[in-house]
């Protein structure tokens, strides 16, 4: 028995016969990829080797010496009913194969099969794995609200119910081989999302980040596969792409949604067969890295109208995330100005101002179109420019309003605020409508209020006190 180790689970190999072993072996990891293979020769020992080490698919010989296939399959779907079994027998009968499936094989295929087809019916087995795997994973962590490896989101700093449903999915999906597509706005964290995957899975290469946004389609082929001495004018040497880099650790492609459609091909390739060329080279190479990508870009809406591939699109989208922008978890905006206030105060060398109790109340009525990002800059931007023990609210106060204005210049119609099937409000009631808005949008502060409303606090107070006093002498005389 040899042993080759690789990330996820292995795939075990019981046949008498060493010479069928290494060619299988060899097909499985220059075909298929997998190299984290283990062979077994005397049949009575492949129920050990599956209890001792994390193995997910056997392919077993059905004429063995000592015990038989049929004997062994059975005892496998009984022992361990979470690996699969495919059987690979010298016998080309039919009465053999349905007798083996319905004993719990997941397919049957005979020695003298091309290669091609053996290795795709183990490619489908072993995606069929994985997904069991992640159900399982996903059902547990759902049902008990856990996460197995919170250190490695340590640095996404949230509170948010629905992003920490996002670390479940991840922590299940974690040891699949499978792309994983990111999509979200500009600013949310999807490079730390990425870099989280990459922890996860375990894998033992570099995570190898590349920004494909604005390639062309030499400079895509040449930054991926690399290129052989003589390739172009000026190749001297030979360079290694960001595929080989990346070796069996994870490549991340970023702003996948912006790549042009001759590229599109080449990552369709890349994926669907797991080898490409070198630029200059007629050898192929594998693909030994997981791939992760990311885009800010509607990818359903540009595949729809032909501007993104749909047969990329669903190969990259068997595993998806979406972060949600900062607009849809604004209990985090506390969480996250304290902590880049920290890194900022830490990065100048100031001591950590105090926050005021009103700036996270008029940080949660700004929509952050730049998201996390934004938020980040903003709070550097007051951390360089402060002085007191309490933080100055003044640069917030001014990029706010900065952006409150582009907002109305770029903006080519105005949102409708009254019912067109009503009748206007009177001036009385419409200054009624807007103090009762600006007072729900500061939660009631206002000191906060009479800024949004662009009056004094003691204006908009008196107001206030009139609009109580008219309520009140209103319900007396009803009550009369």
Same mark, same amino acid.
């Given at each position: ?157 949230? @509170?948010? *119910?629905?992003? #920490?449903? !996002? ?8 040891? +699949?081989?499978? $792309?994983?597509? &990111? ?80 590229? @599109?091909? *080449?990552?369709? #390739?890349? !994926? ?8 200059? +080279?007629?050898? $192929?190479?594998? &693909? ?193």
């Amino acid at each position: 028995m040899s042993i080759t180790r690789s990330p996820g689970f292995g795939i075990l190999m019981v046949d008498d016969e060493p010479p069928f072993l290494r060619s299988l072996s060899i097909a499985l990891e220059r075909r298929g990829g997998y190299n984290h293979l283990y062979r077994c020769e005397d049949s009575r020992e492949a129920m050990g080797i599956i209890a001792r080490e994390p193995i997910g698919l056997v392919l077993l010989d059905l004429t063995m010496p000592y015990l038989s296939g049929e004997v062994l399959l059975k005892q496998i779907v009984e022992e361990h009913p979470d690996v699969g079994v495919i059987i690979i027998s010298g016998l080309n009968q039919l009465e053999t194969a349905v007798s083996c499936i319905r004993l719990g094989a997941y397919d049957y295929f005979v020695k003298t099969t091309e290669e091609d087809r053996l290795v795709e019916g183990v490619r489908r087995a072993v995606r069929m794995q994985e997904m069991r795997l992640e159900n399982q994973a996903m059902r547990r962590k759902f049902l008990t609200d856990t996460l197995e490896r919170p250190d490695v989101f340590a640095q996404i700093i949230t @509170q948010d *119910k629905g992003m #920490r449903s !996002l670390f479940q999915y991840l922590e299940s999906v974690s040891a +699949s081989s499978q $792309p994983v597509l &990111i999509t979200g706005e500009s600013g949310v964290g999807k490079e730390l999302i990425a870099r989280s995957i990459h922890t996860l899975s375990g894998r033992p290469g570099p995570l190898v980040c590349v920004n494909v946004a604005g390639l062309d389609d030499n400079v895509f082929a040449d930054t991926l596969f690399g290129h052989s001495r003589g390739a172009f004018t000026g190749a001297d040497t030979a360079r290694a792409g960001m595929v080989e880099q990346a070796a069996e650790g994870t490549l991340f492609l970023d702003e996948i949604g912006d790549l042009n459609p001759a590229s @599109q091909v *080449k990552l369709l #390739r890349l !994926l669907q067969e797991g080898e490409y060329y070198p630029l200059g +080279s007629d050898r $192929p190479k594998r &693909i030994r890295a997981r791939v992760v990508v990311a885009t800010h870009r509607d990818l359903e809406r540009k595949q729809q109208v032909g501007e993104f591939r749909k047969d990329l699109y669903y190969r990259l989208r068997i595993h998806q995330v979406e972060i949600p922008p900062l607009r849809r978890r604004k209990h985090d905006i506390p969480l996250l100005l304290d902590h880049f206030l920290a890194e900022a105060a830490d990065e100048l060398g100031k001591t950590k101002p105090t926050i005021p109790k009103e700036l996270p109340v008029l940080l949660a009525n700004y929509n952050f179109p730049g998201n996390i990002r934004e938020l980040r800059a903003l709070a550097f931007d007051a951390m360089s420019q402060h002085r007191a023990k309490v933080l100055s609210m003044e640069s917030f106060r001014r990029a706010l309003d900065l952006a409150g204005l582009a907002d109305q210049d770029s903006g080519p119609t105005r949102a409708t605020v009254f019912d067109p099937d009503q009748p206007l409000p009177t001036l009385q009631e419409a200054n009624e409508i807007l103090m009762d808005e600006a007072m729900r949008r500061a939660q009631g502060n206002q000191s906060i209020a009479s800024r949004l409303l662009g009056i004094s606090q003691p204006a908009l107070s008196k107001r206030l006190k009139k609009m109580q006093s008219e309520d009140t002498n209103g319900l007396a005389a009803d009550r009369k």
